[in-house]
T-cell receptor
């Protein structure tokens, strides 16, 4: 069964600290993996997209990694800011046009 | 970059009335548009997939007569919630994908529907 699981479910960190979010998937065949940031009451905004051959991709303070062999991905946030408080969703695309969504990690950055 | 505009951002309607939500791709042609529903603290749930000029494909459990989807052009898709009831209150999000370019799966800003 195609699934995407994320951990932790929620996370609280202090402003300026780093954090890493995890994503494990069982989607097969695999096309690509995206990390999205979703602010409360808003639509998801793409942070990174990675294909099978890519191991790491950065977007500012966000760095995503992908291990296609173990079917794991991580999103590392450096020097967190209050505005990073949001839900982070790992999304995997398989063979079809449909996306498989993770349950998300709710991040709260406190001053 | 690719932009998907969704309107309205929030709407309150009376039970029994119908509500239309628009989703527009502003700078690219969206051959496929997707409609999602999201309940609080849950992830997005795909409701239906629509390709321009053809009937939408609905996910299991989604009533096609209640959630009418129209994708008449390459830049506009609409979702109409007919005879809305309080249990239809939710956050509705669209996304658009183009067959060319790397826009794929750009989401709209969402519509908060509250049925009273």
């Amino acid at each position: 069964k195609n699934q995407v699981e994320q951990s932790p479910q929620s996370l609280i960190i202090l402003e300026g600290k780093n954090c890493t979010l995890q994503c494990n998937y069982t989607v097969s065949p695999f096309s690509n993996l995206r990390w999205y940031k979703q602010d409360t009451g808003r639509g998801p905004v793409s942070l990174t997209i990675m294909t099978f051959s890519e191991n790491t991709k950065s977007n500012g303070r966000y760095t995503a990694t992908l291990d296609a062999d173990t079917k794991q991905s991580s999103l590392h946030i450096t020097a967190s800011q209050l505005s990073d408080s949001a839900s982070y969703i790992c999304v995997v695309r398989g063979a079809t046009n449909k996306l498989i969504f993770g349950t998300g990690t709710l991040l709260a950055v406190q001053p | 970059g690719a932009v998907v505009s969704q309107h309205p951002s929030w709407v309150i309607c009376k039970s029994g009335t119908s509500v239309k939500i628009e989703c527009r791709s502003l700078d690219f042609q969206a051959t496929t548009m997707f409609w999602y529903r999201q309940f609080p603290k849950q992830s997005l749930m795909l409701m239906a997939t629509s390709n321009e000029g053809s009937k939408a494909t609905y996910e299991q459990g989604v009533e096609k007569d209640k959630f009418l989807i129209n994708h008449a052009s390459l830049t506009l898709s609409t979702l109409t919630v007919t005879s809305a009831h309080p249990e239809d209150s939710s956050f509705y999000i669209c996304s658009a994908s183009s067959a060319v370019g790397d826009y794929g799966y750009t989401f709209g800003s969402g519509t908060r529907l509250t049925v009273v």
